[in-house]
Every structure is written in structure tokens, then in C-alpha cells.
């Protein structure tokens, strides 16, 4: 029988996720508390609900070009406190840190860099995040050269 909470859990859950597996408090065993980090607890009044996420979050559109747009608004003073590059490099920079943390890469994911990366480096990074990350597929070619522009 589940309980109240657990269909509020797993109401949440579907909203934002999808194959979302669930077991419990009374299943949980050492094994595992191993991967506790890819599990989300809920609790409600006297117990636990689990959840394990086994989908990759995705990104639209629409939540795309709100990320890029907050980058924009904000282009001045992005540049002004991160200095590590030209002005393209930068903002590039920051759309892909963006994206890393809203769909929540592991390091594994997230794309690394060998020499010094300059502003098509970023690029071709975003375009693999969302070459694996998007749904459904969208091209980010005018945004990415919007945040190009000197």
C-alpha cells in the first residue's frame, strides 16, 4: 500500500523526470547507501521515500534561450568579473558552465580541455552537451553567435 507521501514524491518526480525508480525506507540496504548520490530521499511524517533518477535531464527551446538571454541582459557585467579571455570566450564560457550545472552533469559528462580554449572551443563543447542533453533537438547555432558578437 503506498502512502500519502509517496504519490506526492512520485508526483514531483514525474513532473521534472522520467524512469524514476522508487523502493522504500524499509528496502534500503548497505549496497545502497554506496551510490546514496544518485538516489533523492523525501521524507514525510514517520518515514522515507526514495527515488533513484535513472534519466539524464534534458533541456528545450525555450529554456535554452531563457539561459541565454539572462547572459545577455547580463553580457557587461559577465565580462567585467570574469575576465579570462576575449569577451566571446567568456560568455561562451559562462552558457556552458550554465548548462553544465542545470542538467546537472557528473564530471564524466562534462567536457574537458586540453591547451587553451578559445571561443570555437567552447562552441563545439556546447553543441556535444546538447547533442546528448536536448529534447528535442534544436539548433543553438544563433545563440551561440549572439554571445560571439563583440
Known amino acids: 500500500m503506498q502512502r500519502p507521501c509517496q504519490n506526492r514524491f512520485r508526483e514531483t518526480l514525474a513532473k521534472n523526470r522520467k524512469n524514476t525508480s522508487f523502493l ?37 527551446e525555450t529554456e535554452f534561450g531563457r539561459i541565454v538571454e539572462g547572459i545577455e541582459e547580463d553580457r557587461d557585467l559577465i565580462v567585467r568579473h570574469n575576465p579570462i579571455g576575449t569577451p566571446a570566450e567568456t ?14 552533469l557528473s ?12 571561443a570555437e572551443t567552447y ?15 534544436f539548433d543553438p547555432e544563433p545563440a551561440l553567435d549572439r554571445l560571439s558578437q563583440v
Not at 562552441?123 to 533537438?137: C, G, T, V, W
Open 24 to 60: 522504500s525506507a524499509n528496502d534500503t540496504n548497505p549496497a545502497q547507501a554506496i551510490v546514496a548520490h544518485d538516489w533523492i530521499r523525501y521524507s514525510g511524517n514517520s518515514h522515507a521515500v526514495y527515488g533513484l533518477i535513472d534519466a539524464m535531464a534534458t533541456i528545450n
Open 107 to 118: 564530471d564524466n559528462e562534462t567536457p574537458c580541455f586540453t591547451g587553451q580554449p578559445d
Open 123 to 137: 562552441k563545439e563543447a556546447i553543441r556535444f552537451i546538447l547533442r546528448n542533453q536536448a529534447d528535442p533537438q
Open 91 to 104: 560568455l561562451l564560457w559562462m552558457l556552458m558552465s550554465c548548462l553544465v550545472s542545470f542538467l546537472s
